[in-house]
């Protein structure tokens, strides 16, 4: 089945750009997202790029994919401490509906 | 401003109990899953509906574990017996046909003691 893989920690000074990886295995996935989550509550969808594109800007979230290399990144700029949390990378497959997660990258700012 | 909502939050229970888990999906989105969350297994999928008929139910413990839609409205997930191993953060998610974003709910956390 489908793999998907992040670093588990992050640590970033305030200001600073974050770059948090992803790599996943299957070249049939379709739609790739970056969901948000804080401590004890659900997640929040960031944002998503469909396989076709190699970049979507929204703010100050920027996400790149490289299909060749099978490998997503979102980039934080100006990182703030209310983005301290834990982002999930989740891939969806072609011919699928649900979604395959990686562990999760746990973003810490440092003032 | 539209939500996935869950009920309840928080639920505490003893082994042998059974637990039903509800959500009700945003308005209007005809696909409905459900996860579960735990720190080993990370995020995993155990079953989602389109137009309330179930999909795909194969990341669920088949013996325990029951999924339905009784309404457009509504999705229950049920345990029965519950186990301390079924302690998890439970996520009721939903979204638009097969493609667009997918939301989620802010979870039911499950303890069984």
């Known amino acids: 089945g489908e793999d998907v893989e992040q670093s588990l920690f992050l640590s970033v000074r305030e200001g600073d750009s974050s770059v948090i990886n992803c790599t996943y295995t299957d070249s049939s996935s379709t739609y790739l997202y970056w969901y948000k989550q804080e401590p004890g509550a659900g997640l929040q969808l960031l944002t998503y790029i469909f396989s076709n594109m190699d970049m979507k800007q929204d703010q100050r979230l920027t996400v790149l994919l490289n299909k060749k290399d099978k490998h997503l990144s979102l980039r934080i700029a100006d990182t703030q401490t209310g983005d301290s949390a834990i982002y999930f990378c989740?891939?969806?497959?072609?011919?699928?509906?649900?979604?395959?997660f990686g562990k999760g990258t746990h973003l810490i700012i440092q003032p | 401003d539209a939500r996935v909502t869950q009920t309840p939050r928080h639920k505490v229970t003893e082994m042998g109990q059974e637990v039903t888990m509800r959500c009700q999906p945003i308005?209007?989105?005809?696909?409905v899953f459900w996860y579960r969350q735990t720190m080993m297994q990370g995020l995993e999928l155990l079953a989602y509906f389109r137009n309330r008929a179930p999909l795909d139910d194969s990341g669920m413990p088949k013996d325990r574990f029951s999924a339905e839609m009784p309404d457009a409205t509504l999705a229950t997930l049920k345990i029965q017996p519950s186990e301390p191993r079924d302690s998890a953060v439970y996520f009721c998610?939903?979204?638009?046909?097969?493609?667009?974003?997918?939301?989620f709910g802010p979870g039911t956390r499950l303890t069984v003691t």
């Open positions: 998610a939903s979204k638009l046909d097969r493609v667009g974003e997918q939301y």
């Open positions: 308005l209007g989105h005809n696909t």
């Open positions: 989740a891939v969806q497959l072609g011919g699928a509906d649900g979604l395959t």
